[in-house]
């Protein structure tokens, strides 16, 4: 079946580095949207890419969505205490979500 | 406010147990949907409802039921033939099953076999 792929798994950065995590398809998505996931707490919609090449700022979050719209990547530029959390991708028309990146951060 | 409000936030259950979730959600939302997670891993799809009186299996729905009598409410039971429910459970909804709507979730339950 169709799946998302994320990579990596886990991030552990120095307070101020940054920080970039990548979500794969096998296949072309129509969308890609991306949600975050704080320590004990549940998924919180951070963005949603649709168009072939997109970008999109969000403060120090930039969102990619690949020119083959088969993978898309986040960017945390100068990483602060409060970007600590699970970051996933999805596939919004299927509800299919990435695995995640776990993202730890050293004060 | 509107939202999803699932409850209990932690349940214990004996083994050979059922037990139900509750998800509420005051969205007028048509689709809902049950995700298990494990300790740092990610969403899996239980069971998803996309209007009343249907439902369809996730990737992983052996062990679990769903109703969906009401459109805003999507109980989740975990029956006794689920090996292994410890696990956090997140329900979730979108205005339809569409491409694009964004997902809302609830805060989540933890249930734990003891």
């Known amino acids: 079946g169709q799946q998302v792929m994320q990579i990596p798994q886990y991030q552990h950065v120095q307070e101020g580095e940054d920080f970039t995590t990548y979500c794969n398809s096998s296949?072309?998505?129509?969308?890609i949207q991306w949600y975050k996931q704080r320590p004990g707490g549940h998924p919180v919609f951070l963005i949603q890419?649709?168009?072939?090449?997109e970008v999109k700022k969000q403060k120090r979050l930039t969102f990619q969505f690949g020119e083959a719209k088969k993978n898309s990547s986040l960017h945390i530029t100068a990483t602060q205490t409060t970007d600590v959390g699970t970051y996933f991708c999805?596939?919004?028309?299927?509800?299919?979500f990435g695995s995640g990146t776990r993202l730890s951060i050293r004060p | 406010d509107g939202g999803i409000t699932q409850s209990p936030k932690y349940l214990f259950r004996k083994e050979g147990q059922n037990v139900t979730l509750s998800c509420e959600q005051n969205?007028?939302?048509?689709?809902m949907y049950w995700y298990r997670q494990d300790p740092g891993q990610g969403l899996r799809l239980i069971y998803y409802?996309?209007?009343?009186?249907?439902?369809q299996k996730g990737d992983i729905a052996e062990g679990y039921s769903v109703s969906r009598e009401k459109k805003e409410s999507f109980p989740l039971t975990v029956t006794s033939a689920q090996k292994n429910p410890t696990a956090f459970y997140l329900c979730?909804?979108?205005?339809?099953?569409?491409?694009?709507?964004?997902?809302?979730f609830g805060e989540g339950s933890w249930l734990t076999v003891v």
């Open positions: 979730a909804s979108t205005r339809d099953r569409d491409a694009g709507n964004t997902i809302y």
């Open positions: 296949t072309t998505l129509s969308n």
């Open positions: 890419l649709v168009k072939s090449g």
């Open positions: 999805a596939q919004a028309s299927k509800i299919i």
């Open positions: 969205l007028n939302h048509d689709a």
């Open positions: 409802s996309q209007i009343v009186n249907d439902f």
